[in-house]
Nanobody
Framework: QVQLVESGGGLVQPGGSLRLSCAASGIIFEINAMGWYRQAPGKQRELVATITSGGSTNYADSVKGRFTISRDNAKKTVALQMNSLEPEDTAVYYC???????????????WGQGTQVTVSS
């Protein structure tokens, strides 16, 4: 069992910054990739950024140069630094992790409950 808890969401003006954090806990054997996804009202959930256990990153074109993803393997956390925020960034942001638990050899995908980010003046 893996639990992912996001924090750091809130209301920010255009051009502002927020830092989202996600902490993983549970009977974790290993976490492979971690990432952030977002879902705006009426839209499908989309990838924002991912990072592997080795530190390789991937970003959606819409956030390149503005967002930075990072992780701490020892602490089992992943963060998303969001700069130059735009109204289009408004969405519920979800933490994602691919992990293997101690009681199951299979690599599975886990999701956090989501945190609201609202960019508005």
């Amino acid at each position: 069992q893996v639990q992912l808890v996001e924090s750091g969401g809130g209301l920010v003006q255009p051009g502002g910054s927020l830092r989202l954090s996600c902490a993983a806990s549970g009977i974790i054997f290993e976490i492979n990739a971690m990432g952030w996804y977002r879902q705006a009202p009426g839209k499908q959930r989309e990838l924002v950024a991912t990072i592997t256990s080795g530190g390789s990153t991937n970003y959606a074109d819409s956030v390149k140069g503005r967002f930075t993803i990072s992780r701490d393997n020892a602490k089992k956390t992943v963060a998303l630094q969001m700069n130059s925020l735009e109204p289009e960034d408004t969405a519920v942001y979800y933490c994602n992790a691919q992990a293997v638990v101690t009681t199951d050899w299979r690599l599975r995908t886990y999701w956090g409950q989501g945190t609201q980010v609202t960019v508005s003046s």
